[in-house]
């Protein structure tokens, strides 16, 4: 009889995911300041990637199904690397997590035309 044989490293691998997703769990907080770290450095994969392990900490794809009156297809779906979530979708997964979208200014952003009228008159 043959046994699967696991690498070290998959071992290492799949115990910082769970590792990962326990600090989720326990630290809401963190969770959120990860979410924001991936939202101002990263790309559309890594933050689904990031939704996907955050899912799992508060009860996985089935249980954010229920608490957001979506499909748990769907939600699969839409944090899939392809996926391609709607602004629906998104703030209600995010809602159910206790979390929501929210905006703010790039230090680094090109100045509207009318501030920088504004500036110069007044100072």
Not at 10 to 28: G, S, T
Not at 107 to 122: F, L
């Amino acid at each position: 009889m043959k046994t699967k044989r696991t690498k070290k490293s998959e071992v290492l691998h799949a115990d910082h995911d769970v590792m990962v997703v326990e600090m989720f769990r326990e630290d809401p907080e963190f969770a959120a300041e990860y979410l924001n770290g991936v939202l101002e450095d990263g790309d559309q994969k890594e933050l689904l990637l990031a939704m996907r392990r955050i899912a799992e900490a508060f009860g996985g794809v089935g249980e954010l199904a229920k608490r957001t009156n979506l499909h748990a297809k769907t939600l699969y779906r839409t944090l899939s690397p392809q996926g391609n979530p709607e602004l629906k979708s998104l703030t209600a997964l995010l809602k159910a997590m206790g979390m929501r979208i929210a905006v703010e200014t790039i230090k680094t952003a090109i100045k509207s035309p009318a501030r920088r009228a504004a500036k110069s008159v007044g100072g």
